[in-house]
């Protein structure tokens, strides 16, 4: 039995299989209708989501299989202080496979030591995001052809974006990338990230506080939002929130084959003016990321 909880739990041939297959079921949807016929994803959020939950569940409908799950903690027996692992037990009676978000980093882990079924990790804390990381990956390669020899720019909080932590995980391992890291020095990616990924593979980057000044320079473009959540002081939100917005002016000195994009959900930190821009991927970046993951039920289940 093979979980997900961190995205380098999946090698770079497993995350092309995955991403193969996604392909497939976008060219071939019919094909999978019954895929996953007679088997339950539950989907047990203890924190908010749109995306991340409703297209596991929309993946494991077109896959003809079922769902259940919560979607708020305080339905859930977690409010009488029922363990995490208690929790993940009893649920691995009622599924097949199980797909859990967490605001504290290493929940997941947790319950996989007491899982009985597959368990996948869809975000916890500040930690790892891999499902949004499959999700970025596939659009990468969708809207690049590649993804090696790319120059990539994460901008905004890169403290507590667990999405920009698993993504450059997963990058670090593909050929020729240039990585550009735009935060407020407040936001910089953790001290980890720096000695764990690029200090130990040898992979020089850059930090730098300015978005307009490497503009020119990038491939893709990875935005992303302040995340209040995480905030232990909300004056420090107010003041760092608004650092970086992008808009159409910004985009002058952009490559004309940019690819602009970001987990979502958004704020402040992309104008509406840009959705209407072609470089814009974000709305398809979270489309693609229900067919990821109907790939990723379909090879956690074989
Ligand atoms: N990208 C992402 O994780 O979005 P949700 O928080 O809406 O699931």
């Known amino acids: 039995m093979k979980h997900l909880i961190d995205p380098m739990d999946l090698g770079v041939e497993e995350i092309n299989d995955i991403l193969d297959l996604a392909d497939d079921i976008i060219a071939h949807r019919e094909k999978y209708s019954t895929a996953c016929?007679?088997?339950?994803?539950?989907?047990?959020?203890?924190?908010?989501?749109?995306?991340?939950?409703?297209?596991?569940?929309?993946?494991?409908?077109?896959?003809?299989?079922?769902?259940?799950?919560?979607?708020?903690?305080?339905?859930?027996?977690?409010?009488?202080?029922?363990?995490?692992?208690?929790?993940?037990?009893?649920?691995?009676?009622?599924?097949?496979?199980?797909?859990?978000?967490?605001?504290?980093?290493?929940?997941?882990?947790?319950?996989?030591?007491?899982?009985?079924?597959?368990?996948?990790?869809?975000?916890?804390?500040?930690?790892?995001?891999?499902?949004?990381?499959l999700t970025d990956l596939m659009t990468i390669r969708r809207e690049k052809g590649r993804l090696s020899d790319l120059t990539i720019g994460f901008c905004g909080d890169l403290k507590f974006g667990r999405t920009v932590h698993s993504l450059i995980k997963a990058m670090s391992r593909y050929e020729n990338i240039r990585f550009i890291l735009i935060s407020p020095e407040e936001l910089q990616i953790p001290d980890y990230i720096r000695t764990e990924v690029f200090d130990k593979k040898g992979i020089s980057y850059r930090q730098v506080s300015s978005m307009d000044d490497v503009m020119p320079e990038l491939d893709i473009l990875y935005m992303t939002r302040v995340q209040k959540e995480r905030f232990f002081n909300e004056a420090d939100y107010i003041r760092l929130k608004d650092t970086y917005i992008l808009d159409c002016k910004k985009l002058k000195k952009a490559k004309p084959d940019l690819s602009i994009l970001h987990p979502l959900p958004r704020v402040n930190e992309i104008s509406t003016e840009v959705d209407d821009d072609p470089r814009a991927c974000y709305f398809t970046q979270a489309h693609n990321g229900k067919f990821v993951r109907m790939a990723l039920i379909m090879t956690m289940l074989a």
């Open 37 to 133: 016929k007679g088997k339950k994803l539950a989907t047990l959020f203890f924190e908010p989501s749109t995306r991340t939950r409703l297209s596991f569940e929309a993946a494991m409908m077109e896959l003809g299989g079922n769902v259940l799950g919560f979607s708020d903690a305080n339905s859930s027996s977690s409010t009488k202080g029922e363990s995490v692992g208690d929790t993940i037990r009893i649920v691995s009676y009622y599924a097949d496979i199980i797909a859990m978000r967490h605001p504290k980093e290493g929940a997941p882990m947790l319950a996989a030591a007491k899982a009985l079924v597959p368990i996948i990790n869809a975000g916890d804390g500040g930690h790892n995001h891999p499902t949004q990381t």
